[in-house]
């Protein structure tokens, strides 16, 4: 058989004093450092370290910034789509207008049969071949608006000369 093991920072209580055991300070607060780190311990289980929050705390300050970004190019993509389809928009208007002045077509007629021929456009015709289609029996006339001042005889008169002076015919 062995001996019990004994602690000698616990004395043993002698009979002479009651059973009671006396310490000394060192060993009280000793005994109290240890108790304190155990409960500590204890209640730090499964927490993470100081590294580890550290470590944590700058991830998480990341992905606030992460988010930041990411919400500042969202916000840059919607505007510049926006921006596309208003070009891509503009650009379309001008082709038209383009092929509607190629075609001799302008003024209020260009405006009437863009109008009508987008109404034409689907999946199977083209804003060209609906405007070829309106077109197709327009007959093409021009007329010249320019008259000659002062009618076909020269005349003679003051008013006459006066009144060729003012519309510029004579020079």
Do not use: H
Request: glycine share 10%; aromatic share 6%.
């Amino acid at each position: 058989m062995s001996e019990p093991i004994t602690n000698p920072a616990v004395q043993e209580p002698t009979p002479g004093n009651g059973g009671e055991v006396t310490f000394t300070q060192a060993e009280v607060d000793a005994l109290i450092s240890k108790e304190k780190a155990r409960a500590v311990a204890k209640a730090t289980k499964g927490m993470p370290s100081e590294e580890e929050l550290t470590a944590y705390r700058t991830w998480k300050d990341g992905q606030a910034g992460e988010k930041d970004r990411w919400d500042k190019l969202t916000g840059e993509r919607d505007t510049l789509a926006g921006k596309l389809t208003a070009a891509e928009a503009e650009r379309d208007q001008l082709k038209r207008d383009l092929y509607l002045a190629q075609k001799g077509l302008t003024g209020e007629e260009a405006e009437f049969i863009a109008f009508k021929a987008g109404k034409m456009v689907d999946d199977k015709t083209t804003f060209e071949q609906a405007v070829d289609a309106l077109t197709a029996d327009r007959k093409k006339t021009t007329f010249d608006w320019t008259a000659p001042v002062g009618g076909g005889s020269p005349k003679t008169g003051e008013n006459d000369v006066m009144n060729a002076l003012i519309r510029g015919a004579l020079k």
